[in-house]
């Protein structure tokens, strides 16, 4: 081979290179974006179908107007509560 076609031979691969290079970087960007949708996802609040009674609903809602919460930010506001107060007394007692 003289020296041109060498040169030429290695000019086309390298280009070819480059674009493997650009196509795993691609790809690599869409596997990303990927893993941050599963763990969004992952992380995401969970929905629970809850069936009330009435006057129950009517307390929960006439509570929530009072402090200004969603009444699905007021249940959850209370169920939190209610999980954080049942650690503290599993602590006290040493379980």
Partial sequence: MEKNEK???FDAREM????RMERLEQLEAKMKEKEKKIRAK???KKQVLLR???SLW???A???EDEFRSINGQIEYLL??????????NTKKGG
């Fill in 52 to 54: 009330l009674s009435p």
């Fill in 42 to 44: 992952e992380n995401a």
């Fill in 62 to 64: 006439s509570w929530a």
């Fill in 7 to 9: 040169e030429t031979d």
């Fill in 16 to 19: 070819q290179i480059h674009a």
């Fill in 58 to 60: 009517n307390e929960l």
């Fill in 80 to 89: 939190s509560e209610a999980v954080r107060k049942h650690k503290n007394e």
